[in-house]
Structures are given as structure tokens and as C-alpha cells.
């Protein structure tokens, strides 16, 4: 999300931050634990001390017993050892540390993927896409071999694979997330290695499962999709795709701060968030990455209408696993390792009982029950 929507000197900032807050709070650890190891050591040797001093004293005096000396100077020896402990979990913050130096490792970290040297110019996009001669190796063999595709603009594509690899990988070479090892991708007829990165992300919205939202205001959430967008804009897009209607019930209404993410919102509220981010962005290619998976029967008719107002007038390249967003779809790519099995409308290759998506969407509902 972070990448499709081009925010990363944001979130790079945002770490920057918390690495900051995170050494900060390393330094103090190792001094705690400095400290407190030394008055557990301290406390130990005086306590012993005391208690034989004092136990010897006694026994001279006749009023205690050598057992009873001893149950003494283990009693003592136990409470320093739980004292030990208490001090070790209070001021022992290992997992923060261990979060920091994710942190740096994500904060050095870079991508396979770069700018080219002189990127090429371009204007409003239409959303044609091509897929041409593509070949790539994946895990376990071949992944593509010399594969094309052309997507005309403003068609809904649904890409279907057993194990889904050729959906993933076709969607992440048209976000340069990652390249196949020949062949070209072209938005609108410009190859996107010609492109930078923010133009061709420009022209895409995605919506994945995950709907990954950030700890502000819905507002903010909103804004990501276009960060000029004014608050009027924000609102009609969101009335759009029906999350106003969630969003003015809440505290605050869209000045409402999203705390742990939108933890107290439900899956389907979260994911109409990130729809209404995609409308936001008015792009002409529209991704959906299992947008539709996992949802509670609840949220089901409100994120289809959702989603079905997000792909309207735009070219939709659908990555899903449910049969009713299959057939809806214009057009079906059914993948068989790596080869293009068939091409054709879901709803007629789904009515040929022999046909490839007929069968998948068989052994879909069968192992879904």
C-alpha cells in the first residue's frame, strides 16, 4: 500500500521516528538493567550479610536455632532471585530492541526495482494494458513463457490460476513491484521500465485483502489516495462507496483517529476506507488483490456495491478466488502452469461443463463447503 500509493518518504519518516523513539528507549533499557543489576548485587551481599550477622547473634544469645538460620538465608536468597527477576522483565525492553533493528534493516532496505535514467513523459491515461511476450521463472519451473495479452481500456479482466502465482506476478510487474525476465508491460502503449515509478503508480488504485490503514484520522486514511484532494472530495468519495454512512456514526465523524490501525472498525467498514482511498485517486486501472476474500456475510453486499462503483468506467485487472466476482467480470484469463488455459467471458466458459473455469469453479464450491 505503501508503494501503490507512492508514500514512501512518508512512512520513511514515520519510522525514522520510531527508530529514533526505539534507541532512545534502548539507551534507557541498558541503564535500568545496569542499574538494576547492580542493586540486585548490592541488596543480595547486604541481606546475606545481615542475616548472618544477625542469625549469629542470635544463636549466641541462645534464641535461634543453626536450621533456623539457614530457612533465614534462603528465604533471603529466593527474594533476591525473584527480586532478580522482577527487575530483569521491567527494565528488560528486548523486544523493542529487536523492533528497532527491523527497523534500520527496513529503513536500509532497497528495492530491485529503480528509476530509469530519463524517465518518459506522459499525459492522462486511458488504461489499456499490454502484456507482451512476457517469460519469467518461477519456484517451481517456468511461470510464463512468452506470454501476451492485451487488455483494451475500461475492460474487467478476472485472473484465475490454481495457486494463483500468474495473477500475482502479472499484477506486481504492472506496479513494478517486481519484472519478468524478458518481454515488456505497456500502460496506454508506453512501457512502464520507460516510466517512473510515480506515473505509472499514478494510474493505478489498488484495494487489496488487508486493507492497510495508518494511525490518523479517516480523513487522512482518505486522503492518501490523492493528497491534494479537498474535504468535499473526500466526502463524495465516500458516499460514493457507501462508507459515509459508517463513517458520520462515529466519534468524531471523519475526524475520527483510527487508533492500532482501525483495530475497533469491522473488516468491511476497513476495506470500505480503502476502496473509498482507490475512488479518491480516480485512476484508470483499478487492482483488485482478493478485495473480496474473507468477508463477513454482513459487509458482503456493501463491499461489492463498493467495489462495483470503484471499477465502473475503469479498467479492472481482479485477482479473486470467489466465484460470483468471477463471473461479473468481463472477460476470464485462466492460467494452468504458466500457460493461458482460456481466455474468454466467465459466463459462457462457465456454461461448457468440460470448459477449464467450469471445472476450477467446481472444485472451488466443493472445497469451500
Do not use: K
Not at 529503480?114 to 511461470?143: D, F, M, W
Amino acid at each position: 500500500t505503501i508503494q501503490s500509493y507512492g508514500l514512501e518518504a512518508r512512512a520513511a519518516h514515520s519510522l525514522a521516528e520510531l527508530g529514533e523513539r526505539t534507541g532512545r528507549s534502548r539507551s534507557a533499557a541498558r541503564s535500568s538493567r545496569a542499574v538494576g543489576s547492580f542493586l540486585t548485587e548490592l541488596i543480595t551481599g547486604l541481606g546475606v550479610g545481615a542475616a548472618l550477622l544477625l542469625g549469629g547473634w542470635r544463636m549466641n544469645a541462645g534464641t535461634m536455632t543453626p536450621g533456623e538460620l539457614t530457612m533465614v538465608v534462603a528465604a533471603v536468597l529466593i527474594a533476591v532471585v525473584l527480586a532478580r527477576e522482577v527487575v530483569q522483565h521491567s527494565t528488560g525492553l528486548r523486544a523493542i530492541i529487536a523492533a528497532g533493528d527491523r527497523v534500520g534493516e527496513l529503513l536500509e532496505h532497497r528495492a530491485a526495482i529503480t528509476e530509469p535514467g530519463r524517465s518518459q513523459e506522459i499525459g492522462r491515461l486511458r488504461g489499456e494494458v499490454v502484456y507482451s511476450a512476457l517469460s519469467a521463472e518461477g519456484q517451481n519451473g517456468p511461470l510464463f513463457d512468452s506470454i501476451s495479452l492485451v487488455i483494451p481500456a475500461g475492460q474487467h479482466v478476472a485472473l484465475v490460476g490454481r495457486d494463483g502465482d500468474e495473477a500475482s506476478a502479472l499484477i506486481s510487474y504492472l506496479l513494478r513491484f517486481d519484472q519478468p525476465d524478458s518481454g515488456r508491460v505497456l500502460l496506454d502503449r508506453y512501457d512502464t521500465r520507460a516510466l517512473s515509478l510515480a506515473d505509472v503508480r499514478r494510474g493505478l488504485a489498488v484495494v487489496q485483502r488487508e486493507s492497510a490503514l495508518f494511525s490518523e484520522t479517516v480523513r487522512e486514511n482518505i486522503r492518501v489516495g490523492r493528497p491534494d484532494a479537498t474535504d468535499d472530495e473526500i466526502v463524495d468519495a465516500a458516499r460514493r462507496s457507501g462508507a459515509d454512512e459508517f463513517i458520520t456514526l462515529l466519534p468524531d465523524g471523519y475526524d475520527t483517529h483510527l487508533s492500532r490501525r482501525g483495530a475497533a472498525l469491522s473488516d468491511g467498514q476497513r476495506r470500505r476506507i480503502a476502496i473509498t482511498r482507490a475512488l479518491l485517486r480516480n485512476a484508470p486501472v483499478v487492482v483488485l488483490d482478493d478485495a473480496d476474500a474473507d468477508l463477513a456475510p454482513a459487509d458482503r453486499d456493501a463491499v461489492h456495491r463498493a467495489l462495483a462503483s470503484l471499477t465502473a468506467g475503469r479498467t479492472a485487472l481482479i485477482s479473486s478466488r470467489e466465484p460470483e466476482t468471477i463471473l461479473g467480470a468481463d472477460r476470464a484469463l485462466c492460467f494452468e502452469s504458466g500457460v493461458l488455459a482460456e481466455d474468454g467471458a466467465p459466463a459462457r466458459l462457465a456454461a461448457d461443463p468440460d470448459s477449464w473455469l467450469a471445472v476450477w469453479l467446481h472444485t472451488t464450491a466443493e472445497s469451500s463447503r
